[in-house]
């Protein structure tokens, strides 16, 4: 069998580490065309040595030349690139077939979108795409007949309880909705009164996961599973009052499709995303992916939850951001990138991710943008809004 030429965008990162890992372990399987990252050149300098890819892709000319340096020693004849559109030729190359798009945030967008006008098979972990541009990004794949396979937990749990022949109608695959678990992360039984003086450190001890800053806020924020009810409103074609979530502490059930017939179908495991990465790596296969076996025993009992709004108030923002339609999503995500990572850097309080969110949907929530071009704008747009909302609002904090 011919190896699967591989380009893994933002290597270094929680997924890249993840999915380099389950590759290490199939290396007959698979050969690396491209990896990239933003400016961990040492981390990124280790994985050219041990994976020898054809090329390695960084932001900015000094970081690529931090990288050449760290080559020097190793015997890799990688070539460096820099900047955003080489994030795009890699994604698009011929000479690779598959692309795990593990880049955090809007900056995934413009490569998800060449590897799929390029056809490819995409393994999409970044949900930033889906939530920015959903329908555009679903017609690429359908135009060009690109192969989508969900890396994310939740929708490659559902992927995989789905009929194999599911097209998007959930009438006739007798589908009545899709259950989205959610942990509640480190804030569920927290006392809501001390919300303002939630640390970033606290935030990002997620309970169950280990995974990137960014998305571990967004999990305390349950921002998290707003955007992947977006992500699943593209994905399986879900209108929003057919998608469920349900608060399951143990993160054992990664999700589930609640069936006309009364059946309930979930895909469980150990959480730990080499299960879901080897899910897209293998397929049809099923492979070796270094994950501990589920005790279930030891587990003891699976509990379930209605999500609490006002304590998770992001979750019903991306509710609303998804009823209303158009580029409601995009403005949601770009409002809650610019929220958290000010949050992060402490400008802002943690109560203050889900005001700022709610200010730019209030501004910018109707606003249009069907174009790659007039979805970065509004994306733009939106994050100057937000930029001087937190000025504002840190001078309050400190008048
Ligand atoms: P991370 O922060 O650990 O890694 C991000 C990667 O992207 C790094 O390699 C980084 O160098 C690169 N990167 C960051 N900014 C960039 C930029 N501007 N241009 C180019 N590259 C850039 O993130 P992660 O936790 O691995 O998450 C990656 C994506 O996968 C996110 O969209 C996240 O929502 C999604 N996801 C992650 C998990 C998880 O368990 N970590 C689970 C499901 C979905
Ligand atoms: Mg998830």
């Not at 690396?32 to 020898?52: G, H």
């Amino acid at each position: 069998m011919k190896p699967i030429s591989l380009t893994i965008l933002g290597s270094t990162g929680s997924i890249g580490v993840n999915t380099l890992d389950v590759l290490a372990r199939h290396r007959e399987r698979f050969s690396v065309f491209a990896l990239t990252a933003y400016r961990q050149v040492e981390k990124l300098a280790e994985q050219c040595a041990q994976f020898k890819p054809r090329y390695a892709v960084v932001a900015d000319e000094t970081a690529a030349q931090a990288l050449v340096h760290h080559l020097q020693d190793t015997k890799t004849n990688t070539e460096v690139l820099f900047g955003e559109q080489a994030l795009s030729d890699v994604a698009a190359a011929a000479e690779t077939d598959a692309v795990m798009a593990a880049i955090v945030g809007a900056a995934g967008l413009l490569p998800a979108l060449a590897a799929a006008k390029a056809g490819k098979t995409i393994y999409l972990a970044n949900k930033e795409t889906l939530v920015m541009a959903g329908a555009l990004f679903m017609q690429t794949v359908r135009d060009n007949g690109a192969k989508l396979l969900p890396v994310d937990s939740e929708h490659n749990a559902i992927f995989q309880v789905l009929p194999p022949d599911y097209c998007g109608d959930m009438a006739k695959a007798g589908i009545d909705s899709f259950i989205l678990t959610a942990s509640g992360g480190p804030f569920l039984h927290a006392d809501m009164q001390q919300f303002e003086k939630i640390t970033p450190a606290q935030a990002i001890r997620h309970p169950n996961w280990s995974m990137g800053q960014k998305i571990s806020v967004d999990s305390a924020t349950m921002m998290n599973k707003g955007l992947e009810l977006i992500e699943a409103h593209w994905l399986f074609h879900a209108p929003p009052e057919q998608l469920e979530v349900v608060i399951h502490p143990q993160s054992v059930i990664h999700s589930m499709v609640r069936y006309r017939d009364g059946s309930i179908l979930a895909q469980m495991g150990v959480p730990d995303m080499r299960t879901p990465i080897a899910y897209c790596l293998g397929l049809p296969e099923r492979i070796e992916s270094g994950v501990a076996k589920l005790d279930l025993a030891s587990i003891g009992a699976l509990t379930f939850n209605r999500p609490d709004f006002k304590r998770f108030p992001c979750l019903h923002l991306a509710y609303q951001a998804l009823q209303s339609g158009g580029a409601a999503s995009c403005v949601l995500n770009a409002a809650n990138e610019v929220a958290v990572s000010a949050f992060l850097a402490k400008r802002i309080r943690y109560t203050d991710i889900a005001a700022l969110v709610s200010h730019c949907l209030h501004n910018h929530g109707s606003a249009a943008a069907d174009s790659v071009d007039e979805l970065l704008h509004l994306d733009e747009q939106v994050r100057a809004t937000a930029a001087v909302w937190v000025r504002n609002h840190r001078r309050i904090l400190r008048g």
